[in-house]
T-cell receptor
Framework: HSVLTQPPSMSAAPGQTVTISCSGS????????VSWYQHVPGTAPRLLIY???KRPSGIPDRFSGSKSVTSATLGITGLQTGDEADYYC???????????FGGGTTLTVL | QVQLQESGPGLVKPSQTLSLSCSVS??????????WSWIRQRSGTGLELIAY???????FHSPSLKSRSFISLDMSKNQFSLRLNSVTAADTAMYYC??????????????WGQGTRIVVSS
């Protein structure tokens, strides 16, 4: 099982807002930055959010990241059908001394 | 724009050694700020960091695979590689290479390849 916990799936209608949670512990999210990745199967995963709340160049501001204590959240506003993908959170775990990821959330835009 | 492209055998027999390569274009693997990683995704599971390497700072191997994995750089080809020894069916996965940024309190996989599918089967 994954060190970080994400809901396996979520769905929402076009135009709506969705928040994807990523739950960790004091050894990982509690003390380290979080990154988020978007993966459409068959393509290269894409970095969406780094340093918990920063967007790389080219990522629309519909995507946002935040963190509270030992949980992180990815927010997506104005959902589009092109947002259908798997979303993963990732960070470093100081106890495991390893990079860790969530199990991924499959987002369906109905 | 950096691009990464994995290459691998597709099919490996149990107990053999898996060898993967990642060709990098648009960046130099000897650039001081970049690390280079291998990550895999087994069926039905999330992502798993295998190893990363920096041309000056050396290599890190994930504790879970440390005894079987070896990551290396080939600066003449601007490539980096992964060897995974004594593979079993549990190593069947999609393997990705990624340009990586690492600092205190953070690890970020900035750019990824499309992945190479590896099946371990006799």
């Amino acid at each position: 099982h994954s060190v970080l916990t994400q809901p396996p799936s979520m769905s929402a209608a076009p135009g709506q807002t969705v928040t994807i949670s990523c739950s960790g512990s004091t050894a990982n999210i509690g003390i380290n930055h979080v990154s988020w990745y978007q993966h459409v199967p068959g393509t290269a995963p894409r970095l969406l959010i780094y340093d918990t709340d920063k967007r790389p160049s080219g990522i629309p501001d519909r995507f946002s990241g935040s963190k509270s204590v030992t949980s992180a959240t990815l927010g997506i506003t104005g959902l589009q059908t092109g947002d259908e993908a798997d979303y993963y959170c990732g960070t470093w775990d100081n106890s495991l001394n390893d990079g860790v990821f969530g199990g991924g959330t499959t987002l369906t835009v109905l | 724009q950096v691009q990464l492209q994995e290459s691998g055998p597709g099919l490996v027999k149990p107990s053999q050694t898996l060898s993967l390569s990642c060709s990098v274009s648009g960046d130099s693997i000897s650039r001081g700020t970049s690390y280079w990683s291998w990550i895999r995704q087994r069926s039905g599971t999330g992502l798993e960091l295998i190893a990363y390497i920096h041309y000056r700072e050396g290599a890190f191997h994930s504790p879970s695979l440390k005894s079987r994995s070896f990551i290396s750089l080939d600066m003449s080809k601007n490539q980096f590689s992964l060897r995974l020894n004594s593979v079993t069916a549990a190593d069947t996965a999609m393997y990705y290479c990624a340009r990586t940024s690492i600092a205190m309190t953070k690890i970020t996989f900035e750019n990824w390849g499309q992945g190479t599918r590896i099946v371990v089967s006799s």
